[in-house]
């Protein structure tokens, strides 16, 4: 059973910088997605940034949505079994709830772009981190 846990939410004015932390417990996959999902009041769970990690290769690939590029960053400390989410400048329309997620992959190669815009892909959720920014 995957247990994911998110923490590191909080209330930062514009331009602010805040760090979300998954831990994934028996996460014993050999290829594996993860991935950061946001969902403000109203609107769809959208996917913010994904990794692909397999244990064989040191090549994680990563993909991001055009409205974080160049201001988000995800990674993996895969030795302590934690995805990470470093937001930088930070704007209100960043402002919703932050979820983790994984699931299995049989291969690499997916189009990472596809499985992060499928929330409904992904069978493991965490319990959600609150992130608000001030104008």
């Known amino acids: 059973q995957v247990v994911l846990v998110e923490s590191g939410g909080g209330s930062v004015q514009a331009g602010g910088s805040l760090r979300l932390s998954c831990a994934a417990s028996?996460?014993?996959?050999?290829?594996?997605?993860m991935g950061w999902f946001r969902q403000a009041p109203g609107k769809e769970r959208e996917g913010v940034a994904v990794?692909?990690?397999?244990?064989?290769?040191?090549?994680?690939?990563?993909n991001y949505a055009d409205p974080v590029k160049g201001r988000f960053t995800i990674s993996r400390d895969n030795e302590n079994g934690i995805l990470y989410l470093q937001m930088d400048s930070l704007k209100p329309e960043d402002t919703a709830i932050y979820y983790c997620?994984?699931?299995?992959?049989?291969?690499?190669?997916?189009?990472?772009?596809?499985?992060?815009?499928?929330?409904?892909?992904?069978?493991?959720w965490g319990q959600g981190t609150q992130v608000t920014v001030s104008s």
């Open positions: 997620a994984a699931e299995s992959l049989w291969v690499r190669g997916y189009d990472l772009s596809v499985l992060r815009g499928r929330p409904a892909f992904f069978g493991h």
């Open positions: 028996s996460l014993t996959w050999d290829t594996y997605i």
């Open positions: 990794l692909e990690h397999d244990v064989y290769e040191n090549d994680d690939r990563t």
